[in-house]
């Protein structure tokens, strides 16, 4: 069965932020990666070269990340709710939706959250970079 690849929601800074990451990725760290393993087969036996073995380990990452933003962005939707109002419920896991606003108590935002009073700002870290939230209201 084919796997369904998630949306990667993102702001317009995080989406130039992982475009300018892959177009590095791509155009010089495999430039340096292959140089270094170019460099390290020179040092004789492949078998007992670190430097080589470390190269291809680098270089493995290096794609693997290609790969990985690649897709986000692929699957990427930019939203900018700069001054939009969200209406959060933050609830356990397993009964978190997204789609309805419902987010867990174990999420990034859902743990900022989570204890502040109106008037409250928070900072979150999220894959798309940092979102500032401030607290309009709070409801039990």
């Known amino acids: 069965m084919a796997e369904v690849e998630k949306e990667t929601i993102l702001t317009p800074e995080g989406l130039h932020k992982l475009e300018e990451e892959l177009g590095h990725l791509k155009t010089v760290r495999r430039k ?3 140089g270094r393993i170019k460099q390290s087969k020179e040092f004789g036996d492949l078998m007992e ?3 080589y073995e470390d190269a291809k380990n680098e270089q493995a990452f290096v794609e693997g990340r290609i790969l990985q933003l690649e897709q986000m962005l692929r699957n990427a939707r930019v939203v900018d709710n700069h ?3 969200i209406n959060y419920m933050i609830v356990g896991s397993a009964e978190a939706d997204p ?9 990034p935002v859902g743990r900022a959250l989570l204890g502040k009073r ?19 209201q709070v409801k039990l």
Do not use: C, F, H, W
Request: charged share 30%; net charge negative.
């Open 32 to 34: 340096e990666v292959a």
């Open 49 to 51: 070269n670190s430097e």
């Open 83 to 85: 001054g939009a109002e």
């Open 99 to 107: 789609d309805q606003d419902k987010i867990s108590n174990e999420s």
């Open 118 to 136: 109106k008037g409250d700002a928070v900072e979150v870290a999220v894959p798309a970079g940092k979102m500032r939230y401030t607290i309009l």
